[in-house]
């Protein structure tokens, strides 16, 4: 190709471009000096129970022993236990899975309340609204899930988020069948439903990612102090506010808010890269999955990088929630993602979709 029709000027501007993205901007270029090579995966391990016809979410909580805990949003069973999702009645708010090994493909044994000729959520509290499953961690023998409360609204989406619970588990080594569950309802959050997204626990706090509801989705980091968490003390959380830790607060600190997130996302600190890495979907509909970085929780983090935009196969169908799971044994970045379809029909009728789909992520810094 010929280089004459260039001329200085346009070579002097890309010059300046660079260097002022160079000097301005350093954490855009180091997300972006990163390999990523994807490969999609076989999700068949989500379809082999008979009743269990698929859902969404899909957050992963180490327990003890090498067992995972999965956490699902609103799910089909189909009460026949013919394998075949077109048999669901109606769908439940939540159900869970336990993992009995942390290997890739090890078989998942999945839990709801009721039976499964009458299946129920297995989060729920009195009244008309539902659970939909957020993160979670285990302290200190405890395990402990953030739910998000739902409520059916005659606009938007049909639903919209209300506030947020906590749900203690005192038993969490016992069948999930046998679990008592005492629930606590999160204190004033100015519409941020904490937990929603990442939790990430060290010696002395527990770290919850906040996202604005609805839609808005600005995010937001606080802690809470372990000692009172477990007991079901969510009464003094702490919000980083202007570099700081802050319990003082008013109303939404909107200039604090580390990025625009989603309602479901994970953040996990990668040995291999040595950071942080956060990873969603951006956009809807047709939505691509990316990463941030970071040095640590609060911050400050990279702009977001794409690395993968999954097919779709009918116009109404969209991508939402992606995960890692660090809890899963894997020399790769595990991550899922679920496809949906506007088209109630189409979504009982496609069991291709509305499973967990599964991609590997291999990171390789450049430099």
């Known amino acids: 190709m010929k280089t004459t029709k260039y001329k200085t000027g346009a070579e002097l501007t890309m010059i300046k471009t660079l260097l002022y993205i160079v000097l301005t901007f350093p954490m855009i270029l180091q997300a972006q000096e990163m390999k990523t090579t994807v490969k999609e995966m076989d999700n068949a391990f989500f ?14 909580v180490a327990l003890d022993s090498g067992k995972v805990l999965w956490l699902f949003s609103d799910t089909f069973i189909d009460q026949s236990g013919s394998g075949k999702r077109t048999k669901s009645k109606f769908m439940i708010r939540n159900s869970i899975a336990i993992q009995y090994s942390d290997s890739a493909n090890a078989k998942l044994n999945f839990f709801y309340k009721g039976s499964s000729r009458k299946p129920d959520d297995f989060f729920r509290i009195p009244g008309k609204n539902w659970f939909w499953t957020g993160h979670g961690r285990m302290l200190k023998d405890k395990l402990l899930i953030f739910l998000m409360e739902q409520t059916a609204t005659s606009t938007g989406m049909g639903f919209e988020s209300v506030d947020w619970y906590l749900a203690i588990i005192d038993n969490p080594n016992d069948s999930p069948a046998d679990w008592k569950i005492n629930y606590s309802k999160g204190p004033e959050t100015f519409g941020v439903i904490v937990g929603s997204s990442a939790v990430l626990s060290d010696e002395n706090y527990l770290y919850a990612f906040g996202v604005k509801e609805p839609a808005t989705h600005e995010t937001y980091l606080l802690r809470f102090e372990i000692r009172k968490i477990i007991n079901g003390d969510l009464s003094s959380p702490e919000w980083w506010v202007n ?7 008013t109303e939404e600190p909107k200039l604090s808010s580390l990025f625009i997130g989603q309602t479901e996302f994970s953040v996990h600190y990668d040995p291999k890269l040595r950071q942080f890495i956060q990873i969603q979907t951006f956009g809807f509909g047709k939505a691509s999955l990316g990463y941030r970085l970071a040095d640590q929780l609060t911050g400050p983090w990279s702009e977001p990088v794409m690395f993968f935009t999954p097919v779709l196969k009918d116009e109404k169908e969209f991508v939402y929630t992606a995960n890692a799971h660090p809890e899963i044994r894997s020399n790769e970045i595990l991550v899922t993602y679920n496809i949906n379809n506007g088209d109630f029909g189409k979504l009982l009728n496609n069991e291709d979709i509305y499973f967990p789909k599964i991609i590997k992520v291999s990171t390789e810094k450049v430099r």
Do not use: E
């Open 47 to 60: 379809k082999q129970d008979p009743y269990w016809r698929g859902a969404d979410g899909a957050a992963t």
């Open 243 to 249: 570099n700081t830790w802050s319990q003082t607060l």
